[in-house]
């Protein structure tokens, strides 16, 4: 009778607590281009700020994917004190493809204009710092799938040219990490080009799209229309940890391109990175675990 009093004691509190409410992001336009009026959902702290700020590319093969659809990777982000921007960006190839049929010039044009609108992002949140509460030292960006490969590729930006200066923000700007989620560089030597920055790279070793190594994105044959050869997380990792740069490596053994969906759920691993690469501890680490359960 005890039990069964406290039972419904506890049933009554539970429920008199307010339900908690997916926050409500602020949208703020930081481009207009062509036709397309390019924003950002700005999720704030929601507990004490930590000062750092994420800029968030998400993915779906330049073809499609949604900003909106990022909202618990932002909200498990904003738990943890961090300031979150997740950016709508041009997809040159809507509606069509990014597979091994694709003709290689529109492929890498997708690629550039994703890479060209992360950029435009970032300087608008850095003109911006003071309203959107942000240190531009401690500011990250992250990406998952076609976000990772952005992100990379805006890095180390296989796109430079001497003569456009505004292809050279990481010459004025560094951010402070990057994190991908199973993405790929189009050009490893334009990585050595550049100053360290640390790194965080998730990738499954037998994803199918993204290669986990070196290979050609999904595997195309190389005469395929759209035969592309990338440089992925392992081949990342082997090269950069020989030059000492703070680099974090998750590779999961057998597990496929679902790992780029791990943004939703790594939140220990993804703050424990970036609170270390703020204090310039990242050292050059390699976790091989098993594949998870999805």
Known sequence: MVVRTLLK?????????????????QRITYAEKDTSTLWFDWYKPVTKPNGMSVLFVHGGAFTGGDPVNQQPMADGLTKLGYNVFVIKYRLYLKGKSFGCDMVLPEKLK???QAVEDARDATSYVIAHASELQVDTSKLFIAGSSAGAETVLNLVFNPFTRSHDTAYNLYKTFRYAGLLSFSGAVLDINTVYDHAPIPLFLMHGTNDQLVPYATAAHRFCKAVDPGWLILFGARTLYDDLQKRNWPVVLYSYQGAGHEVSNYMFRKFTEMDTFMQQAIQHKIKATHYQLKKENN
């Open 9 to 25: 004691t506890l049933v009554l509190l539970l429920g008199a607590l307010p339900v908690l409410q997916a926050q409500k992001p």
């Open 110 to 112: 997708a690629v550039q």
